[in-house]
T-cell receptor, first 114, second 111 residues
Framework: GAVVSQHPSWVICKSGTSVKIECRSL??????MFWYRQFPKQSLMLMATSNEGSKATYEQGVEKDKFLINHASLTLSTLTVTSAHPEDSSFYIC??????????FGDGTRLSIL | GIQVEQSPPDLILQEGANSTLRCNFSDSVNNLQWFHQNPWGQLINLFYIPSGTKQNGRLSATTVATERYSLLYISSSQTTDSGVYFCAVPMIKAAGNKLTFGGGTRVLVKP
């Protein structure tokens, strides 16, 4: 149980385009979803927290207009990297939790901007 | 915010060896998680362990919350144990119990 699916797993796109990443909780309703970013050989850094039906809460230093988060249902959250540039290249990981239960993580999305 | 430190940062093991990874945290926590990130980036939940000791096969974990540390034991290591091990704790007072991750211990098990 507690499966979180993230799609796509890998994406390459041109500079200036927007990229959408989906995070789905497959077998539970996620009251809260989280988005992390991980640079090579570094730890996970929390970008934002989203609760179903409300606006996401962004961590300090994360541009909310660059990283648009939508949590439209209890099983789906999306992260859109708008007008992506090479410095946005990274590994993005989502997680989901129900109530006070532990977070369960997706397999991550490797984003490369050319 | 709460600080989480892991040691050692890197660990090279011969297959079959045992090892201990440590996670120190700077404030009281109500739970702690250990994860293994494999070479493909997948983050695997190992333990949810606010206190006490748990075992799962060759892995076990102990958290001493009052002394603000947790230990992860790997016994009879295998090459598939390679990867990065993270501990993470929630910020209790933060909305949504956001997780703070340690810097990780990078483990390489040689055949």
């Amino acid at each position: 149980g507690a499966v979180v699916s993230q799609h796509p797993s890998w994406v390459i796109c041109k500079s200036g385009t927007s990229v959408k990443i989906e995070c789905r909780s497959l077998d539970f309703q996620a009251t809260t979803m989280f988005w992390y970013r991980q640079f090579p050989k570094q730890s996970l850094m929390l970008m934002a927290t989203s609760n179903e039906g409300s606006k996401a809460t962004y961590e300090q230093g994360v541009e909310k207009d660059k990283f648009l988060i939508n949590h439209a249902s209890l099983t789906l959250s999306t992260l859109t990297v708008t007008s992506a540039h090479p410095e946005d290249s990274s590994f993005y990981i989502c997680s989901a939790r129900r109530g006070a239960q532990p977070q369960h993580f997706g397999d991550g999305t490797r984003l490369s901007i050319l | 915010g709460i600080q989480v430190e892991q040691s050692p940062p890197d660990l090279i093991l011969q297959e079959g060896a045992n090892s201990t990874l440590r996670c120190n945290f700077s404030d009281s926590v109500n739970n702690l998680q250990w994860f293994h990130q494999n070479p493909w980036g997948q983050l695997i939940n190992l333990f949810y362990i606010p206190s006490g000791t748990k075992q799962n096969g060759r892995l076990s974990a102990t958290t001493v919350a009052t002394e603000r540390y947790s230990l992860l034991y790997i016994s009879s290591s295998q090459t598939t144990d390679s990867g990065v091990y993270f501990c993470a704790v929630p910020m209790i007072k933060a909305a949504g119990n956001k997780l703070t991750f340690g810097g990780g211990t990078r483990v390489l098990v040689k055949p």
